[in-house]
């Protein structure tokens, strides 16, 4: 908010520094298209937030949740929003076997909410956040006997809460090794630019390969940087993303002399700099201790 105080600035962002701000909070597309989104806002809508829930949803980034949520909490409309927890709740609530997995069932779920959504829809979905939260609790017992739909739920009086909701198996991570090559020369290190498609795109990253490397496989990609005359093992580290699992293994490699002094940067500059996403952070720090 210091930063980027208002949609103008955000608009205006340099796309480095804007996830450099980001950095460490995941999901970088989320900031890429809180920028995409306060750019059609200046355009579109003369820089103000827009208030109608259509127009809410077209923004980038912005699904149907949000779209509902903004829009009944800042603009009072008649909104229902609906996401795991409102369905958890009332598919015990109506004892209802449709499969949560299913865009149809979010649908069914939603047209019947938006049936009896009452004036104050911002407090009603609120209200339905807070009790999926603190009460009717995703895989532990929920808290019946302080919640304000007992009397009406089913789930309740047949004492099966348990069977709801029906979902689909989550699938298994894929599991990809990972070796972090950390060039060290003169007190400074490399990072470099991730490709500007898929996965952490556009942010930075230590050197590193796929697939689990032995030393002298480890001396050899060092050997790109300049004459090699020490390595240290350092951490393993697994990082769990939404869909993957990457398991890394890193090593330091320390350099006497190197062939591009200007890939190397100081520790103070990396993190003044350069966006490195958690995944690095556990090595950032790491070869921090070995330089200082
Ligand atoms: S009574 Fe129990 S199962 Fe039913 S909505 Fe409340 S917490 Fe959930």
Known sequence: MEALPDISSLARVDEDWLLKLWEGLGYYNRARNLKKAA??????????????????????????????????????????????????????FWNDNSNISKDSTRKMIRRKLQEVIPDDAGSFNEGLMELGEVICLPNGIPKCSICPLRDACLSFQNKNYFMFPVKDDLKEKEEVDITVIIPVWNGKTVVRKRKSSGLLHNLYEFPNVEGSLGIKEVRKYGAEYGVVCDIKPSIRYTHVFTHKKWKMRAYIVF??????PNLFSSIATIEEKYALPTVFSPFLYQVKEELT
């Open 39 to 92: 750019i059609i806002i200046m355009e579109k809508y003369d820089g103000k937030f827009p208030t109608n829930y259509e127009d809410i949803l077209s923004l980038p980034g912005i699904g149907e949740y949000t779209a509902s949520a903004i829009s009944s909490i800042c603009f009072s409309k008649k909104e229902v929003t609906v996401d795991g927890n409102v369905m958890r709740i009332f598919t015990r």
């Open 255 to 260: 350099l006497e002399s190197v062939s591009c």
